[in-house]
């Protein structure tokens, strides 16, 4: 498989338990915001997204969360299951149309 | 069913060939990106082509060359002056609106030797 999980933070949950994977964002004038879901040898797929003029989202079992005060984006995953095992990064996007793409954390889960 | 092919998987060159990579999509998405994946490093951009038969460098063009002659397909080629080509290659679509998703292929996995 793809070794793009290499190097990168990981957060190990509980099977069962709630997840939630933090991301800082560093473009001011970014204005949407993206979950990705990566699994190993795959391609990202989209999860979930915020508008800047929303604080809070919420999807199938998936939360987002959005301070813009500090700049700070979070997923809450419910009830983790091992098909969550993945890697998850947030995407920044403005209007300008910079993308810019966070490295990523691993979620492992535990039996 | 709507989406972004990528072909193929995996490829395997000798240093100093050009290789290209396949990108097709069904979306009529307007914009679309390659994106280059190198392990515990964020998402870094090569070219990206927001309508048909014009296309801008990204962030790291230097060895690589696009085409976008038709809006569904936009082939990447890996040239010989890329120093470093063993990656994974990403492509991605959107419709043209700041507030929307990329939505990616499944990559290709090029190795150079």
């Known amino acids: 498989g793809e070794s793009v999980g290499l190097h990168l933070p990981t957060l190990s949950v509980q099977e069962g338990d709630n997840s939630i994977i933090n991301c800082a964002y560093s473009n001011s004038a970014s204005d949407y915001f993206i979950w990705y879901k990566q699994e190993s040898g795959k391609g990202p797929q989209f999860i979930i997204d915020?508008?800047?003029?929303?604080d809070k989202r919420q999807g199938q079992r998936v939360t987002v969360l959005l301070n813009k005060t500090v700049k700070h984006l979070s997923l809450q995953i419910a009830a983790t299951q091992p098909g969550d095992s993945a890697v998850y990064f947030c995407?920044?996007?403005?209007?300008?149309?910079?993308?810019?793409f966070g490295k990523g954390t691993r979620l492992h889960i535990l039996p | 069913d709507g989406g972004i092919t990528q072909s193929p998987k995996y490829l395997f060159r000798k240093e100093g060939q050009n290789v290209t990579l396949s990108c097709e999509q069904n979306?009529?998405?307007?914009?679309m990106y390659w994106y280059r994946q190198d392990p515990g490093q964020g998402l870094r951009l090569i070219y990206y082509s927001q309508i048909v038969n014009d296309f801008q460098k990204g962030d790291i063009a230097e060895g690589y060359s696009v085409s976008r002659e038709k809006k569904e397909s936009f082939p990447l080629t890996v040239t010989s002056a890329q120093k470093n080509p063993t990656a994974f290659y990403l492509c991605a679509s959107s419709i043209a609106a700041y507030n929307s998703p990329l939505h990616f292929g499944n990559g290709t996995r090029l190795t150079v030797t």
């Open positions: 979306l009529n998405h307007d914009a």
């Open positions: 995407a920044e996007r403005s209007r300008d149309d910079k993308i810019i």
């Open positions: 915020i508008r800047s003029n929303m």
